[in-house]
């Protein structure tokens, strides 16, 4: 199970850190993804961090203003989320993915929804002032 928090109300410019912690499982076996889907929007692929390496993938739109990071002793993954815009506000979801998923999105293939293993319930963020 993927328990997704840390979502609420920032302004823009803010910062915000999630968590998306595992259950049952080792999280670090799997590339771990993170979603985003903003109202009458696609879910798209935000970040993913491998599961080798700790290699990381950002979108453009994100890239620079999002990190994403493991905490393997706690079975948990951290997106930081700082300069929030308010095109950032959205319902985030954290998502395994196959485990060499991460290495091939990081050669260019996309993230996508398709190739998640297993989604958390999804945060809430919303960025307005």
């Known amino acids: 199970q993927l328990q997704a928090s840390g979502g609420g109300l920032v302004q823009p410019g803010g910062s915000l850190r999630l968590s998306c912690a595992a259950s049952?499982?080792?999280?670090?076996?799997?590339?771990t993804g993170w979603f985003r889907q903003a109202p009458g929007k696609e879910r798209e692929g935000v970040s993913c961090?491998?599961?080798?390496?700790?290699?990381?993938y950002y979108a453009d739109s994100v890239k620079g203003r999002f990190t994403i990071s493991r905490a393997n002793a706690k079975n948990t993954v951290f997106p930081q989320m700082n300069s929030l815009k308010p095109e950032d506000t959205a319902v985030y979801y954290c998502?395994?993915?196959?485990?060499?998923?991460?290495?091939?999105?990081?050669?260019?293939?996309?993230?996508?929804?398709?190739?998640?293993?297993?989604w958390g319930q999804g945060t809430q963020v919303t960025v307005s002032s």
């Open positions: 049952g499982f080792t999280l670090d076996y799997y590339a």
């Open positions: 961090i491998s599961s080798s390496d700790g290699s990381t």
């Open positions: 998502a395994t993915l196959p485990p060499d998923y991460a290495d091939y999105v990081l050669l260019g293939f996309p993230l996508e929804t398709s190739r998640v293993e297993s």
